[in-house]
């Protein structure tokens, strides 16, 4: 059952995917030889990425509402159940190198190489959820830079060294982060880190965002 609390909240994320698309788009009208992205290239549905919490909670209310009922919704989550085994050894993986003394940049190289499928990613290599996609998702094909370092899709044509519009995604994070604040205190959570949880795709699928899960109402007693 959807919760209008959070209504206000997805309709500003809704209006920053726009402005998203926008950003993209721009992009691509300007360097269509340069970008890749076509029907059919899955690229992106195979890296590896975390939810902020407004679109983890999002994208689980758009599967429920496209995947109600049946053997496709079956598959879906047996996928998502597969796919979150998977990264959850990877990241197990990820925190014995860095303790092994690997630098962050080693390991984030690694991670970058490192491929899981999309369990949204249909047999056909098409999106089954693709106008709901993230905002990764969206942005994957053009130049991009976060934390001062700068991302290209290995499948585009972009010339390295040469100067290209980049978009700024920190800025596009801290947006998200701040809906995610937004709604924490849009259903009262009485957890004061909840804006900070990110999960992977396949986890937002499984979660069930229900007042236990955002911290609503009084703590449990300990028995």
Known sequence: MQDPRLDAVFLAY?????????????????FPAEVGCKAGCSDCCHAMFDLSLVEAMYINRKFNECFDF???????????GEADRRATRLKRHYYQ???QGASDEEIMREAGRDRIRCPLLGRDDTCLMYEFRPVTCRLYGVP?????????????SFTPGKPYPTI???????????????????VGSRFRELHTVYVPL?????????D??????????ES
Do not use: W
Not at 144 to 156: A, L, N, P, R, S
Not at 202 to 210: G, H, I, Q, R, T
């Open 202 to 210: 396949s986890m937002a699928l499984l979660n069930k965002y229900d």
């Open 212 to 221: 236990a899960y955002l911290g609503v109402g009084e703590a449990p007693r």
């Open 97 to 99: 190198r860095a303790r």
């Open 168 to 186: 700024q995604l920190d800025r596009i994070q801290d947006r998200l982060a701040d809906m995610s604040r937004d709604i924490a205190a849009a």
């Open 14 to 30: 809704e209006k920053l995917v726009a402005q998203t698309d926008t950003l993209f788009g721009r992009v691509r009208d300007q």
């Open 144 to 156: 991009t830079v976060i934390q001062g370092k700068g991302h290209v899709c290995g499948k585009c």
């Open 70 to 80: 049946g053997a496709q919704r079956s598959a879906i989550l047996e996928a998502a």
